[in-house]
C-alpha cells in the first residue's frame, strides 16, 4: 500500500498481435482507475483503439473502466477473440482425424 500523497506505480499491457507487447509504465495519483492508466498510458490512441466497449482487465481478471488501482497493479487491454474457442478446438479434431485417416491409407 502506497503513503498519502505518494502514487501508485502500475503498468499498462496491450499486445496487438501474437508476439508484440507494447508496455507503458506509468506513476498515478492515489485514487486512479483503469479508465485513468488507459488514457495515460497513450495506447488507445497509439494502436487506434476506441474506449467503448473495450475489455480491459487488472492482472488477468476482467475488471470495470471504474475499478480503482492499486500499487503494482498491471492493467491489460484485451483483444476481441479472432476465432471462437470451440470453433478452434472443432477444425484441430478435424484436421487430426484427416491426417490419421490419410496415414492410415497411405501405410
Do not use: F, N
Not at 498491471?74 to 476465432?83: C, F, G, K, P, S
Amino acid at each position: 500500500m502506497c503513503a498519502e500523497g505518494a502514487s501508485l506505480h502500475v503498468e499498462v499491457v496491450y499486445c496487438p498481435r501474437p508476439g508484440a507487447i507494447d508496455i507503458v509504465a506509468l506513476a498515478l495519483a492515489p485514487g486512479a482507475t483503469v479508465a485513468d492508466a488507459l488514457q495515460r498510458s497513450g495506447l488507445l490512441q497509439r494502436h487506434g483503439l476506441s474506449a467503448e466497449g473495450l475489455r480491459a482487465g487488472i492482472w488477468g481478471r476482467v475488471r470495470e473502466a471504474t475499478a480503482l488501482l492499486r500499487d503494482g497493479d498491471r492493467v491489460e487491454i484485451y483483444r476481441a477473440l479472432q476465432v471462437d474457442p470451440k470453433e478452434a478446438r472443432r477444425l484441430r479434431y478435424r484436421q487430426h482425424k484427416e491426417r490419421l485417416a490419410a496415414m492410415k491409407r497411405a501405410g
